[in-house]
């Protein structure tokens, strides 16, 4: 029986990641729907026969399947809306009896939040979440992968049983619980850089870094569960079922992934000469030096990987974070349509990314396009093809059916960012892939809490087709905007600063790899022909002995 390779564990090992990262972020998004309390200004309700008597604990908890017929009873609306809430003070919670028995007061009858509170809610994950992507990558460079990222998700999940509790105990609380979630979770993207630039060759990364759409896996997966256990039983139990997931992930994660080939204890010999091969003087497993700071801080391919980032997740948050608040208040769908309509955009998302991320890798190892024009192609079309796809979405999704086909369609496109910024980064500097992608997320992911703001702002007491279609609009302007300055300016060739070598300039690079190529003299005089390092070899002789290594490998297997 053939052995697994390393890398597909890792593959999937992260992509099983990811869903759990993005889990984090997208359950609030779906529980708030049935959290807020029922408001009669805002819903009318069919008119209850009462001339029998009513057992409270029929009466449905999930108050967005209750019917939105149209009556102007208006002492019926408030005899229903009295029964709904004595059903959810009658309703077991071991979190009211807690705080029942710690004598501590609760909102016993559904959150009582306005659009403002609710925005607030939503964005606080990311108001503080950028601040640990630089350091992410810093803490991965010297600690290691395997424990920055197991930890950061790890933290986030146990959070995850302990929301129910400070939702019903603080508004407060549960916002500083959802901004330390976000604070701590911030680490997990950058620290995978640093993972990826050590494991993986230069032409498998388009196909690996896919892998993190896994997040995409994540919302299309749990959109809908969410929405049947809420329906079925109760919110709260969401974040028990997160919990629980989320640890059985962290417990495999420690003893099925490893940093780097050397430290794996199982990995075939064959499979780590051909990943060492591949990789060869690009990536130093020890320190190579200083962090380049300043050559980070003035290089332009990396500030356009961060502007294209920028465009991205706005585009991407925007449609995630208030799908299913659109889909619910604008289209009327009820909790189980809206988490399996809202999730499905996001499987499409990782189809695309997957099958995209082939097509990505093909061009590159058969020279049909430049590195960078791989990656430039992929963020024309995760930015510029979904933002004006999104500009559609403002002026024709006014129809359900119109609606999602375009959300879906335009999430769908962002699956490409796998083959654009997310593996150009690694492109630029393998070694330091780790902190490029911190400073990207650090700034790019200021969207996650900016978009909520605004949105909340223009749909406050608004909650209206044009008030949406402004949504829309400066979305796709956003990501159409960051996806032409990609273009016309981005780059993705290894940069002079990742070997350490960064003081030099570029002619002086050159020199001396054209001096390492000239074969050293022994003390006798007489030449010896020395193993060179691979990044040393001809270009002939490094992609003989590379497909050696891979018919080697596919031998075994």
């Given amino acids: 029986m053939a052995e697994v390779e390393a890398r597909t ?10 869903i759990v990262n993005y889990m984090l972020r997208i359950n609030l998004n779906i529980t708030i729907v049935d959290m807020i309390a029922i408001k009669p200004e805002n819903v009318s309700l069919q008119p209850l026969n009462i001339s029998t008597p009513l057992n409270v604990t029929s009466i449905p908890l999930n108050v967005t399947s209750l019917p939105l017929n149209v009556t102007s009873n208006a002492t019926t609306t408030t005899t229903t809306l009295s029964l709904i809430e004595t059903a959810y003070a009658e309703r077991y919670s071991w979190e009211r009896q807690f705080l029942d028995w710690a004598n501590i007061e609760y909102e016993r009858y559904g959150f009582h939040w306005d659009e403002g509170k609710q925005s607030n809610l939503l964005g606080s994950f990311f108001w503080v979440h950028w601040l640990l992507q630089l350091p992410g990558g810093v803490l991965a460079r010297k ?28 508004y407060t609380a549960l916002i500083c619980l959802r901004v330390f979630q976000g604070f701590v979770t911030g680490m997990a993207w950058p620290s995978m850089h640093v993972m990826t630039a050590k494991l993986i060759p230069p032409n498998e990364r388009s196909k690996f870094v896919s892998a993190y759409l896994g997040s995409s896996v994540g919302v ?11 329906a079925w039983s109760s919110w709260e139990w969401v974040y028990y079922i997160c919990g629980v997931f989320g640890m059985l992930w962290f417990v495999a994660w420690q003893f099925l992934v490893f940093d780097s080939p050397a430290q794996h204890p199982r990995i075939a010999q064959s499979e780590r000469r051909y990943i060492e091969k591949s990789l060869g003087a690009s990536v130093q497993n020890s320190t190579p030096g200083p962090t380049p700071w300043k050559q980070i801080a003035c290089s332009r391919p990396v500030w356009m990987n961060v502007v294209a980032q920028w465009g991205g997740i706005w585009g991407l948050f925007t449609l995630m974070t208030h799908g299913p608040t659109y889909f619910r208040l604008i289209h009327h769908w009820n909790i189980r349509a809206t988490g399996f309509l809202s999730g499905l955009p996001h499987l499409m998302r990782m189809l695309f990314a997957y099958v995209f991320s082939v097509f990505a890798d093909y061009l590159l190892r058969t020279d049909r396009l430049s590195r960078t024009n791989v990656r430039k192609l992929a ?16 002026y024709f999704g006014y129809t359900a059916t119109a609606a999602i086909v375009l959300v879906a369609t335009a999430t769908m496109f962002h699956g490409a960012v796998s083959s654009g910024p997310l593996a150009s980064m690694v492109d630029l500097s393998p070694n ?60 993705s060739t290894l940069q002079p600063w990742n070997s350490g070598s960064h003081s030099l300039p570029d002619a002086g690079l050159k020199e001396l790899q054209l001096l390492e190529e000239k074969l050293p003299l022994q003390s006798d005089g007489k030449e010896k022909e020395e193993e060179l390092e691979p990044e040393q070899k001809p270009e002939e002789q490094r992609e003989k002995e590379t497909e050696v290594d891979t018919a080697e490998v596919r031998r075994q297997n």
């Fill in 220 to 230: 299309a997966l749990f959109y809908p569960i969410f929405g049947y256990i809420i």
């Fill in 432 to 491: 330091y892939a780790g902190i490029v992608l911190g400073v990207s997320g650090m700034i790019g992911g200021m969207p996650g809490f900016i978009s909520p703001y605004i949105v909340g702002i223009l749909t406050k007491g608004n909650q209206t087709i044009e008030a949406w279609k402004n949504v829309f609009m400066l979305t796709a302007a956003m990501l159409i905007g960051s996806g032409v300055l990609y273009v016309f300016f981005s780059e």
């Fill in 379 to 394: 963020t024309a079309i995760c930015c510029g093809v979904k933002g004006f796809v999104v500009l559609a979405l403002a």
């Fill in 9 to 18: 564990v890792l593959w999937y090992m992260t992509f099983i990641g990811f």
């Fill in 143 to 170: 600690y290691g992968t395997k424990l920055v990222f197991g930890l950061s998700n790890g933290i986030g999940v146990f959070c995850c049983f302990l929301i129910p509790i400070f939702a019903y105990w603080s």
